[in-house]
C-alpha cells in the first residue's frame, strides 16, 4: 500500500485528501484557512473524528509543515516517507498541458508563467507545490489541470470572433473549467448506463457556487459553458455568467461606482448571480427557503438560476446533435432536487423526464423513467480521487 495525497490549494486556503492506494481508501481529509492571517484553522477528519486548531499559519510551506505533522500526531502515518505521491489541482493549464504532468522545474514555471491567465489561482497552487516539494522533495509531483478534459475542443468552439491577433497575442479563447469533475462524471455515467463512454453523447451539468456545463461526445470535451475565465456560462452563487459585454463600458460611463477594471470585476465576480438578485444569499439552501417562504427577489433568482441551466443544456442538445444522458453533479446538482426538478421539467420536449421518487436528496445513479430517451442521472464528483489516480498512474 502506498499512500497519495491530492491538494488544492488557494490563496488562503488548503485542502488535502489523504488515501491508501491502489486501494483508493480515504485515510484522512482536511482543510487549512486563512493562511497568512491571524488565527489559521487546520480541520482533519479521520476514523469518524474532526480535530481543529487554531493557530498562526504564515505561508503554504508552513501549512503543509502543519499538516505532515498532524498526520503523525494523529498515527496516520508514522514517517513522512510513508507518503510516496502528491497531486495539485492546477486551475489554469492554457493551451499547453493537455494531461496531467508530472512536475519537475520547467512544469512548475509553466504553472507560474500561466499565473496571467488564473492570477489568483494558479499563483496559490504553484505555492502549493512549491511547499511539497520543500517538505518532501523525492515524492513523485503530479499537476492536475482543471483545462486538461477540455483541450478537445474543436477550434470553432474555443474561438471567440474577435479579431484573431487577440488569440494569437493575448491568448483569448475558452479554456474552460472544472474538466476533472466533467470527465469523471461522465466516465461513472456510462458505468451507470452500461455502456461505452464512447458511445456516449452526455451532457454533464456540475452545478455548485461555481457551475458550468460540458458537451461530451464519446468521453471528450466538444463544448463547455465556461470561457477565458470561470466567469462564463451559467448564472452561479455570485457570478453573472454570459451577459451583454456592451454593459460593462456602458456601466463604467453612466455609474459613479464603477470605473476601473477591478470594480467591474468585483461586481461580476463577488456581487452579482444568486446573491446580486436575491440580495440575500450566494447559497442556493438559502434561497430556496426564502423561496418556500414567498420572497419574490429569492423566487426570481431560483427562476433565472434554473433558466441559465436548461438553455446550456439545450445549446448542447444541438451541438451533440442529440444526447443519451444528463449528469447532475456539484454542491446543487448532487443535493438540491428542486433545482434537478424544474431544469427537466423545462426539457421535456427532448425526451427527459425525472421520477419524482428517485430525485431525492442523495440520489444516486438514473432518476429518470426506464423508457426516457434522455436518460437523467445524479452522481457525486470526486476531483480528489482523480488526482490520486492520476498520481497512481504517473508515478515511476
Ligand atoms: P459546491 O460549490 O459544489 O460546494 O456547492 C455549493 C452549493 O451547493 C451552495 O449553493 C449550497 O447551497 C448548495 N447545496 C448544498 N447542499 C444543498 C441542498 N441540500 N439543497 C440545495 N442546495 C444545496
Not at 19 to 37: C, D, F, S
Not at 131 to 138: S, V
Not at 144 to 164: C, G, I, N, Q
Amino acid at each position: 500500500m502506498s499512500k497519495t495525497i491530492a491538494i488544492n490549494a488557494g490563496s488562503s486556503s488548503l485542502k488535502w485528501q489523504l488515501y491508501a492506494m491502489p486501494e483508493e481508501t480515504v485515510l484522512a481529509k482536511g482543510l487549512i484557512e486563512r493562511i497568512g492571517l491571524p488565527d489559521s484553522i487546520s480541520t482533519v477528519k479521520f476514523d469518524g473524528r474532526a480535530e481543529k486548531q487554531v493557530l498562526d499559519i504564515a505561508n503554504h510551506t508552513q501549512a503543509v509543515k502543519i499538516l505532515l505533522d498532524d498526520l503523525i500526531r494523529f498515527e496516520i502515518i508514522t514517517a513522512y516517507d510513508e507518503i510516496t505521491g502528491v497531486g495539485h489541482r492546477v486551475v489554469a493549464g492554457g493551451e499547453f498541458f493537455k494531461e496531467s504532468t508530472v512536475v519537475d522545474d520547467e512544469v512548475l514555471q509553466k504553472i507560474e508563467d500561466l499565473k496571467l491567465l488564473a492570477p489568483l489561482h494558479n499563483g496559490a497552487n504553484a505555492d502549493g507545490i512549491r511547499a511539497f516539494k520543500e517538505l518532501l522533495p523525492d515524492i513523485t509531483s503530479v499537476a492536475v489541470f482543471d483545462t486538461s478534459f477540455h483541450t478537445t475542443m474543436p477550434e470553432k468552439a474555443y474561438r471567440y470572433p474577435l479579431p484573431t491577433k487577440y488569440y494569437t497575442e493575448n491568448q483569448v479563447r475558452k479554456y474552460g473549467a472544472h474538466g476533472t469533475s466533467h470527465q469523471y462524471v461522465a466516465q461513472e455515467a456510462a458505468k451507470h448506463l452500461g455502456r461505452p463512454v464512447e458511445e456516449l453523447k452526455i451532457i454533464t451539468a456540475h452545478i455548485g457556487n461555481g457551475g458550468s456545463i460540458t458537451a461530451v461526445n464519446g468521453g471528450q470535451s466538444v463544448d463547455t459553458s465556461m470561457g477565458f475565465t470561470p466567469l462564463a456560462g451559467l448564472m452561479m452563487g455570485t457570478r453573472t455568467g454570459d451577459i451583454d459585454a456592451a454593459i460593462i463600458p456602458y456601466l463604467m460611463e453612466h455609474t459613479d461606482d464603477l470605473k476601473t477594471p477591478a470594480d467591474i470585476s468585483r461586481v461580476l465576480n463577488r456581487e452579482s448571480g444568486l446573491l446580486g438578485i436575491s440580495g440575500q444569499s450566494s447559497d442556493m439552501r438559502d434561497i430556496e427557503s426564502a423561496m418556500q417562504a414567498g420572497n419574490k427577489d429569492a423566487t426570481l433568482a431560483f427562476d433565472m438560476f434554473v433558466d441559465r441551466i436548461q438553455k446550456y443544456i439545450g445549446q448542447y442538445f444541438a451541438v451533440l446533435n442529440g444526447a443519451d444522458a444528463i449528469v447532475f453533479t456539484a454542491g446543487i446538482g448532487e443535493n438540491s432536487d428542486l433545482v434537478r426538478a424544474a431544469v427537466i421539467e423545462g426539457l421535456s420536449w427532448f425526451g427527459c423526464d425525472i421520477l419524482p421518487e428517485k430525485n431525492v436528496r442523495g440520489a444516486e445513479g438514473v432518476i429518470s423513467s426506464s423508457d426516457a430517451k434522455v436518460k437523467v442521472l445524479v452522481i457525486p464528483t470526486d476531483e480528489e480521487l482523480v488526482i490520486a489516480r492520476d498520481v497512481e498512474r504517473l508515478k515511476k
